[in-house]
């Protein structure tokens, strides 16, 4: 059974930093690509970033791009998301998601909640 | 990196079919069969019911289908049921490695 556990979430700071992690099992992990979506308390979903198999390539949604850093452990089979300078616009619940094959997302973890407040 | 527009809400009677719609334009829908679409009931997390524009996963009922024309994709839910009420999103590549989702539409069974 493939099984995505999202950590690390929490309340932080305007301006501080926070990495999720998310446990992955189940699947041979080394051989996916891997997604973050963030959503937003009663907003849509929102594509943040994607990280191919071997690290070797990664893609970030404008809104985070210099402030945050995806990467993945695949000795581990974990993923990680390094988020710098947050913002209160930073505030979602974020997914940790498999890439399925032409850019789908068949699987996806529980959430875990950013909250950037003062 | 602008989202993809979706009708706020549609509904339906037990039964009935619905469609909702998803627009993009040349650079994501419109240039690549790689539209999904996925149902979130409340608190729980995103289910992949349709991907590559038409195709089901497995364990997807045959009543949830897609397509597309031009820069517009659609999902059709037909026989509505009771637990067909959710959100539901698209999502597209947009090229760069880049994905953007829509802004979701609420269903209602009446």
């Known amino acids: 059974e493939v099984q995505l556990v999202e950590s690390g979430g929490g309340l932080v700071q305007p301006g501080g930093s926070l990495r999720l992690s998310c446990a992955t099992s189940?699947?041979?992990?080394?051989?996916?690509?891997m997604h973050w979506v963030r959503q937003a308390p009663g907003k849509g979903l929102v594509w943040v970033s994607v990280?191919?198999?071997?690290?070797?390539?990664?893609s970030y949604a404008d809104s985070v791009k210099g402030r945050f850093t995806i990467s993945r452990d695949n000795a581990k089979n974990t993923l990680y998301l390094q988020m710098n300078s947050l913002r209160v616009e930073d505030t979602a619940v974020y997914y940790c998601?498999?890439?399925?094959?032409?850019?789908?997302?068949?699987?996806w973890g529980q959430g875990t909640l950013v909250t950037v407040s003062s | 990196q602008s989202a993809l527009t979706q009708p706020p809400s549609a509904s339906g009677s037990p039964g009935q079919s619905v469609t909702i719609s998803c627009t993009g334009t040349?650079?994501?829908?419109?240039?690549?069969?790689?539209v999904s679409w996925y149902q979130q009931h409340p608190g729980k997390a995103p289910k992949l019911m349709i991907s590559?524009?038409?195709e089901r996963p497995s364990g997807v009922p045959d009543r949830f289908s897609g397509s597309k024309s031009g820069n517009t994709a659609s999902l059709t839910v037909s026989g509505l049921q009771a637990e067909d009420e959710a959100d539901y999103y698209c999502?597209?590549?947009?090229?760069?490695?880049?994905?953007?989702f829509g802004g979701g539409t609420k269903l209602t069974v009446l």
């Open positions: 998601a498999r890439a399925a094959r032409n850019w789908g997302i068949d699987y």
């Open positions: 189940g699947f041979t992990f080394s051989g996916y690509w």
């Open positions: 990280i191919n198999h071997d690290g070797s390539m990664t």
């Open positions: 040349s650079s994501d829908v419109g240039g690549y069969n790689y």
């Open positions: 590559e524009v038409s």
């Open positions: 999502s597209s590549y947009a090229g760069s490695n880049n994905l953007v």
